[in-house]
């Protein structure tokens, strides 16, 4: 199983009309060959939940959470049961967080992960941020939204372009930290080089096309890219966090060890994170 090179680049951006940024989003890339081979690359993007007060800390919690538990659990041939998993323990961490404070400022969270391991892509969702993979010119949204609208239009009571404006747009149905448990989607792909796996949160996808999508990565570095996509929120209005993870996956076969990118976060603490 071939671990192929990549290139990645993540940015986020509090919008046009928010005060905070709600958004998080983390990576890491091991350094050795063969924790690559063991374990893949892991990218995380979380938002979170509009009106959780404490939104950001629930995001900020839940990314380094699951990629510090991720590379701490025993490697093995099944990674997308230890990602579920780590986000499981996760919304649990959040969930009792929530049940211990006296002050009403509960905290929750949407959460798309994605592990690279050789030709094998991992997804795990819970909420409306989103997986793709660009392939050439076409494009694939690997993961569901787990959202009213997202009920809605698939039940036919409305139609896209109602679903662009419609009031209750914003309403999810599942996220991390509001419920003791939380039911976790899992996805598996197989990827080739020239790919390009682009997270995202609904502050982006709200405002930029998928056609738009794969004309910008498609034409452009990770890093470019991703400045060009949040760029392109914000002239629409930015009305919500614009966060983007895009990872593109290159010719070239590693064949040996090579300096890892991103950070393996310590494991969070709550006296740590700022609430707002």
């Not at 003791?180 to 598996?188: C, K, S, Y």
């Not at 056609?211 to 002239?235: F, H, K, T, W, Y």
């Not at 993870?245 to 076969?253: F, G, L, P, R, V």
Request: with cysteine; charged share 25%; proline share 4%.
């Amino acid at each position: 199983m071939p671990e192929w090179m990549v290139e990645s680049s993540q940015l986020s951006d509090v919008g046009q009309k928010r005060k905070h940024n709600e958004d998080y989003v983390g990576f890491y890339e091991p350094f050795r060959i063969a924790d690559q081979k063991a374990y893949g690359r892991l990218y995380v993007l979380a938002d979170g939940v509009g009106g959780a007060t404490a939104g950001e800390v629930a995001s900020k919690y839940a990314v380094n959470k699951i990629i510090y538990t991720y590379y701490q659990e025993q490697a093995g041939d099944d990674s997308g049961a230890r990602l579920r998993q780590v986000i499981e323990e996760a919304n649990a961490d959040i969930f009792a967080q929530n049940r211990d404070r006296t002050d009403h400022r509960e905290m929750a969270t949407t959460v798309v992960a994605a592990v690279i391991r050789g030709d094998d892509l991992i997804v795990a969702n819970v909420g409306d941020s989103r997986a793709y993979v660009i392939r050439g010119d076409s494009i694939e949204q690997i993961t569901e939204d787990h959202s009213l609208i997202a009920e809605m239009l698939n039940d036919g009571v409305i139609n896209a372009e109602q679903a662009a404006t419609h009031p209750y747009r914003n309403v999810i149905l599942r996220s991390v930290g509001a419920y003791e448990t939380v039911q976790v989607d899992l996805f598996v792909r197989q990827i080739a080089p020239e790919d390009t796996l682009v997270l995202c949160s609904d502050g982006l996808t709200h405002l930029v096309s998928n056609q738009e999508l794969v004309d910008i990565v498609g034409a452009r570095p990770p890093a470019e890219a991703a400045q060009s996509l949040v760029a392109l929120a914000n002239e629409r209005g930015g009305d919500d966090n614009i966060s983007v993870s895009i990872t593109y996956i290159s010719h070239a076969e590693m064949e040996g060890d090579i300096p890892g990118t991103g950070q393996l976060p310590d494991m969070p603490r709550w006296e740590d994170l700022q609430h707002p």
